[in-house]
Nanobody
Framework: VQLQASGGGLVQAGGSLRLSCAAS????????MGWFRQAPGKEREFVAA????????NYKDSVKGRFTISREKARNTVYLEMNSLKPEDTAVYYC??????????????WGQGTQVTVSS
């Protein structure tokens, strides 16, 4: 499975961005998917996840109410809608497939990452 993340950029605090993650390859298999982020000097952390079939979601506490994860099965794509962005949301965002848990080692496939920078 190959994952291609896109949609990052520079935005002012309070603004919005929408990240996309397109899956290709062995997409006949059903994979739950997640988003993680990593800021400079920090460990990679869980942001949100979604099951592929049921649509059940899970979020990091600090993004609840601001971020929304969704998936479009027909396009094999997962989205992360990010609103009310804060400077502390600045990081490289990665999509991953294979789990809907919060631990990076539970995921089998990773995208290349897309930079999100929120200015104050």
């Amino acid at each position: 499975v190959q994952l291609q993340a896109s949609g990052g950029g520079l935005v002012q605090a309070g603004g919005s961005l929408r990240l996309s993650c397109a899956a290709s390859g062995r997409t006949g298999s059903v994979y739950p998917m997640g988003w993680f982020r990593q800021a400079p000097g920090k460990e990679r952390e869980f942001v949100a996840a979604i099951t592929w079939t049921g649509g059940a979601t899970n979020y990091k506490d600090s993004v609840k109410g601001r971020f929304t994860i969704s998936r479009e099965k027909a396009r094999n794509t997962v989205y992360l809608e990010m609103n009310s962005l804060k400077p502390e949301d600045t990081a490289v965002y990665y999509c991953a497939a294979g789990s809907s848990g919060t631990r990076p080692d539970g995921y089998d496939y990773w995208g290349q990452g897309t930079q999100v920078t929120v200015s104050s």
